[in-house]
């Protein structure tokens, strides 16, 4: 196991610990850090059969911070958030918006990664169509995820739900996660693209 792969680690379960330690809410943060502990779960098992590329796991890592950061807070109450609203006089903390745009992002660089690499579309624009595609089709999921937890339990819907009382809070979340998946696209295609061909030419 190299250095990367134990700092990787090291960071996880630091900010894991971190963010179980009095928590703002203990069923909320159970909700909110469950997809990063399965995460990481996932990541152990592929890793030798299909490890991924540096830039991928750089990213699912920092996914995994920002949901331990808010379910430590919850999302409504991290303070970063609040700064930003202060600083930019919003109504809001739009922490939550930060995570549903890395929803986006990152499970994007993801199903980017295992599509390419097993040939499923060979056709870049159906590529890329059918990748925003299966990030909004994440992101619907999640939000009924949100909605079977709120009625599941009343107490803990406002602090895992996150909406302070915006109406538009579920469309705001799916238009996030797809312009982090369009972000992702723009931004990262050609680093990707050679991180793919370096693992794909080792292996």
């Known amino acids: 196991m190299n250095f990367k792969v134990l700092a990787w680690i090291a960071v996880f379960l630091l ?5 179980a330690i009095e928590p703002a809410d203990r069923l909320t943060w159970w909700m909110e850090v469950i997809p990063a502990i399965l995460g990481l779960g996932v990541l152990v098992m592929t890793r030798q059969r299909f490890p991924l590329t540096e830039l991928v796991y750089f990213l699912i890592l920092i996914h995994a911070i920002i949901l331990m ?3 430590h807070y919850t999302y409504a109450e991290v303070p970063v ?3 930003l609203r202060d600083f930019t006089g919003g109504e809001r903390n739009n922490y ?3 995570g549903h745009l890395a929803q986006g992002f990152v499970p994007f660089m993801i199903a980017r990664e295992i599509m390419i690499r097993n040939k499923v579309v060979t056709v870049r624009a159906w590529l890329n169509f059918l990748l925003l595609c ?3 089709a994440l992101s619907a999921f999640y939000e009924l995820i949100e909605w079977w937890a709120a009625l599941l339990s009343a107490e803990a819907a406002d602090a895992f739900l996150g909406t302070q009382g915006y109406v538009w809070d579920t469309q705001s979340d799916m238009l996030w996660a797809l ?3 369009i972000l992702a696209l723009l931004t990262l295609s ?3 693209d050679r991180q793919i061909s370096d693992i794909t030419n080792i292996r």
């Open 81 to 83: 958030g609040d700064w």
């Open 69 to 71: 950061v808010g379910g």
């Open 96 to 98: 939550d918006k930060l």
């Open 190 to 192: 050609r680093w990707h």
């Open 15 to 19: 900010v894991l610990t971190w963010s």
């Open 134 to 136: 299966i990030v909004l």
């Open 179 to 181: 312009s982090g998946g």
